[in-house]
């Protein structure tokens, strides 16, 4: 079943919570890196939690230009729907 961007983006900020404290607010603006504290361990760990949740594979190299929520969100929408 493929996503829309908004479940997308709800099950990413749920993954996202791990790495965060309770009081921490996730907003599609939200830097991965700078505001989360997302070291490339994490953000491995991230990747292979996405790819389970969305039964996707996210090449390495397209990361490189990830650094938003909004930015990871929507590669996981382009991944999902080059899928169909």
Same mark, same amino acid.
């Given at each position: 079943? &493929?996503? *829309?961007? &908004? %479940?997308?983006? /709800?099950?990413?900020? +749920? +993954? ?7 009081? #921490?607010?996730?907003?599609? /603006?939200? %830097?991965?890196?700078?505001?989360? @504290?997302? *070291? &490339?361990?994490?953000? !491995?760990? !991230?990747?292979? $939690?996405? $790819? %389970?949740?969305? *039964?996707?594979? #996210?090449?390495?190299?397209? !990361?490189?230009? #990830? /650094? ?6 929507? !590669?996981?929408? /382009?991944?999902? &729907? @080059?899928?169909?």
């Amino acid at each position: 079943m &493929s996503n *829309d961007y &908004s %479940d997308i983006l /709800q099950k990413l900020c +749920h +993954h996202l919570r791990q790495f965060t404290g309770p009081d #921490v607010e996730i907003t599609p /603006q939200t %830097d991965l890196i700078n505001q989360l @504290a997302i *070291d &490339s361990v994490k953000l !491995l760990n !991230l990747i292979m $939690e996405i $790819e %389970d949740e969305f *039964d996707i594979s #996210v090449p390495i190299n397209a !990361l490189a230009d #990830v /650094q938003t929520v909004h930015e990871l969100a929507n !590669l996981i929408h /382009q991944i999902e &729907s @080059a899928k169909k």
